[in-house]
Structures are given as structure tokens and as C-alpha cells.
């Protein structure tokens, strides 16, 4: 049984629709009658959020939707002010102990390594 997965021909990205074929092959007539306005079939069970069709020549190629990638940005930026956030509540009680005159040497160092993550979060915001 053969599968068709159809794709939107102005910019090869696959709609989800799929037609299954039945014991014979389908006919022309009958793939041309369900296949959707303005879209063509593939043959194959196409993913449609990894994969596309590339329009010029006709190969199914790996894609990444806008929407994905956008998600992933959004959790990436979530995950580093929620980080930033956790530093800032530790920075509090390194901060009582410099106005009490009582940060050791590790408690510097510490400081200084908080410090320097919050730089790199806070580029990595201005890099995106």
C-alpha cells in the first residue's frame, strides 16, 4: 500500500493531508481528484514539521518550520531568566555579607563566577 503526502506547490512545505493507496496502485484520475488546490503529491508518509519539498527539484529535504525554531528560542530565553532570577536571590546574601564586612575568599570568587554568568546570559538576550 503506497502513501502520498501533499505539499503546497509555491513553496514545497506539506499540509498534513495524506492519501493511502489500497491494494493496487492508485489510478491518475483518482490521485488527481483528492489531491488540494494548489498543492501536489509526493509519494511517501512525509513529516510535516522536518520535512519539505523542495519546489525546483522535486526532493523531499529537512526542514525547520519558523514556529519551531521560535518555540525554541522562547524556552531558551525562559530557562535564562529564570536563571538570572536564581542569581540575583544568591547575589542577595553575598551582598549582606560585603555590608557586614564578613565575604571570604570564596565568597568572592563566587561572586565574581555569578557575575560573569549574568554578562553571558544577558548577551546571549542582546544575540538573539
Do not use: W
Amino acid at each position: 500500500m503506497k502513501t502520498y503526502s501533499a505539499y503546497r506547490l509555491a513553496d514545497g512545505i506539506f499540509t498534513g493531508k495524506k492519501l493511502l493507496g489500497g491494494i493496487t496502485a492508485p489510478t491518475p484520475e483518482f490521485l488527481a481528484r483528492n489531491t488540494p488546490k494548489d498543492c501536489a503529491l509526493i509519494e511517501g508518509d512525509h513529516d510535516r514539521l522536518t520535512k519539505r519539498v523542495d519546489v525546483e527539484t522535486g526532493t523531499v529535504v529537512d526542514y525547520v518550520s519558523p514556529l519551531v525554531e521560535q518555540r525554541r528560542r522562547d524556552n531558551e530565553q525562559r530557562k535564562a531568566r529564570a536563571e538570572l532570577d536564581d542569581i540575583d536571590r544568591r547575589l542577595v546574601r553575598y551582598l549582606a555579607d560585603i555590608a557586614a564586612g564578613e565575604l571570604d575568599d570564596e565568597g568572592e570568587r563566587r561572586l565574581r563566577e555569578m557575575r560573569a554568568r549574568k554578562r553571558e546570559l544577558r548577551e546571549s538576550f542582546n544575540a538573539q
